[in-house]
């Protein structure tokens, strides 16, 4: 059994001796009775706790500085950007050889600051301009959606002081609590999507902030057996339902059109619930996908099923097919979003089958099919095709991409003569090619779109081909001697006789000028490597997703060289 030693002993071992006078020395108790101890340790007590206190105010003190030093970082990596966005501007000069290119961005930027102020004079905070009579109309329920639809605009062209204040009345005056039954899918492409792409652009919260208020307001309109969402919902109390006019079932450009919004949104909140409900509804049209991949505009939201209805890449068709291949750019092209490219690919051959040519100018379009009929007939709508051949024509082997370029080349030849055939070289809403004629104005109002300009854009990124900025200058001198009005901008109702309508479309500012204004800029401004544009020409940035369905923190533009940081640089091949 092991003794215990004595406290009284560790003197006596040789090799402790040292030890343990220094430890007699400094230890209290050699210095204290017993009874001294206790106020001593009180006082520590004491000590120890205003210590700690004084520690937990000062970290207190310290997470205030640190959030109000970082909110003035932002503030001034916001200022810096400013400053980026001016030498941006003057980098564009500097890349562009042709000095034509800069005149006519310039002519395109005045075009937008005639239309801007105006609206600012006449129909600030409200949805859009009637310029002919100085007034305003709220078309979607007073969301702004002219400011909001124009934010990326502004910012993509220089135009500071306004977007600055564009930004305030977001902040500060843009409601979404309204009683007001919107339309889901040109809330999501308007103002979501200009929501987005401004906080993509400027990394300002605010614009993030209330895309996400808006969209958690149309988030009801996917609570149906099918998962189809209803296209219109309430802002205020989330009824959710569809037109009367659709016999109650859901449009396909509608109810498959949200899925770039949508998925950014789930992206930028690190939120999944939004990405869910969008891609939940691709899973179930691939269910019913045909193997043609074309697939009729009614579609019922209580069983997922289609109707019978027509197929058109116009009017209620387009976006849908549009976003199957954005989607695919919009995740970099990973394998977890391979299903996209796959349907639409496949969509791409019933495009293909849908071809016609005229006589006997061999104009190419594309026709409307309703059950096994086909239709020759096309929407001005449909003129945003070319572009997304010419987008998409990069993910085919070399023969295949080569085809699919050229027919986007054919069609975009039919949609600048659309704008040619006229008196006032504006292009009808919809088009007929009768058998031995090359082609009839169908319904001949104009109203400011952007479609036609935009393939141009795009075949221009694509080829390299002049000819495209040559056709785009000729619409938008047809606009401006056309459209033009001391205040704004204004549509027509007739192509042929030029008489106006008083209404100056929120599209104009967010695509039309958009579009010109990209097409004489240099290849590497807003980069399609960088970049997807929405349906609405919002640009998104492109972010990698994996298998897994989640996304990359980071984006393509962090992993690319630093040129054009904020408003990128943009190329023409992805």
Request: overall charge neutral; charged content about 25%.
């Amino acid at each position: 059994m092991r003794k215990k030693s004595s406290s009284s002993s560790p003197s006596s071992l040789p090799s402790q001796s040292l030890w343990w006078r220094w430890w007699r020395y400094l230890h209290p108790r050699y210095h204290l009775k017993r009874s001294q101890l206790l106020p001593l340790i009180v006082l520590s007590f004491v000590a120890l706790t205003w210590l700690l206190s004084a520690l937990q105010s000062l970290t207190g003190d310290h997470q205030v500085a640190v959030s109000r030093l970082n909110k003035e970082l932002k503030t001034l990596k916001n200022q810096l950007e400013s400053v980026k966005k001016h030498l941006r501007g003057w980098s564009i000069v500097e890349e562009d050889d042709d000095p034509l290119n800069f005149e006519r961005r310039k002519a395109v930027k005045d075009a937008m600051i005639h239309a801007w102020t105006y609206y600012e004079m006449y129909a600030w905070g409200h949805d859009e301009l009637k310029p002919q009579t100085r007034n305003s109309v709220d078309s979607f329920g007073g969301l702004g959606a002219t400011l909001v639809d124009s934010l990326d605009t502004l910012y993509i062209m220089g135009l500071d002081q306004q977007f600055q204040r564009a930004r305030e009345w977001v902040a500060n005056s843009l409601n979404f609590n309204k009683n007001y039954e919107a339309s889901v899918f040109e809330t999501t492409i308007r103002v979501i999507g200009g929501l987005l792409s401004a906080y993509d652009l400027s990394d300002d919260d605010i614009f993030l902030e209330k895309a996400r208020d808006i969209a958690d307001r149309l988030l009801p309109a996917w609570n149906t057996p099918s998962g189809i969402p209803y296209n219109i919902i309430n802002l205020m109390y989330g009824d959710a339902k569809n037109p009367r006019w659709t016999g109650g079932k859901s449009i396909l450009a509608d109810a498959g059109s949200e899925q770039l919004e949508f998925i950014a949104l789930s992206q930028r909140t690190k939120d999944p619930k939004y990405q869910q409900k969008v891609e939940y509804v691709i899973k179930e049209l691939h269910k019913i996908f045909p193997t043609d991949g074309l697939l009729p505009i009614y579609i019922n939201p209580l069983t997922g099923e289609t109707s019978y209805s027509k197929i058109t890449f116009g009017a209620m068709g387009d976006s849908f097919y549009e976003y199957l291949l954005k989607a695919w750019i919009q995740g970099n092209k990973t394998e977890a979003v391979k299903n996209y490219r796959e349907m639409w690919e496949t969509s791409m051959k019933g495009l293909k089958s849908l071809i016609r040519r005229t006589t006997p100018s061999s104009f190419a379009y594309i026709c409307e099919k309703t059950g096994n009929s086909l239709y020759d007939k096309m929407d001005e709508l449909a003129c945003f095709a070319p572009g997304m051949l010419a987008l998409g024509s990069s993910g085919y082997v070399p023969d295949e991409a080569e085809k699919f370029l050229s027919l986007a080349e054919e069609l975009a030849w039919t949609c600048y003569n659309f704008y040619q055939r006229t008196r006032t070289k504006l292009a009808g809403e919809n088009y007929f090619f009768p058998a031995g004629q090359d082609m009839t104005v169908g319904t001949s109002w104009s109203i400011l779109r952007p479609e036609t300009i935009e393939s141009l854009f795009y075949l221009w990124r694509f080829t390299g081909n002049k000819t495209y900025q040559e056709w785009g200058w000729n619409i938008f001198q047809a606009f401006e001697n056309n459209s033009r009005v001391d205040s704004g901008y204004s549509g027509l109702k007739d192509v042929s006789t030029g008489e106006k309508d008083d209404m100056m479309q929120s599209f104009f500012l967010a695509e039309t000028l958009k579009y010109l204004y990209l097409l004489f800029s240099p290849p590497s401004f807003i980069s399609l490597d960088e970049w997807v544009f929405n349906t609405e020409a919002h640009p998104l940035r492109i972010t990698d997703r994996h298998a897994c369905g989640e996304s990359d923190s980071t984006t393509v533009q962090d992993r690319l060289p630093e040129t054009f940081q904020g408003r990128k640089g943009r190329s023409g091949s992805t």
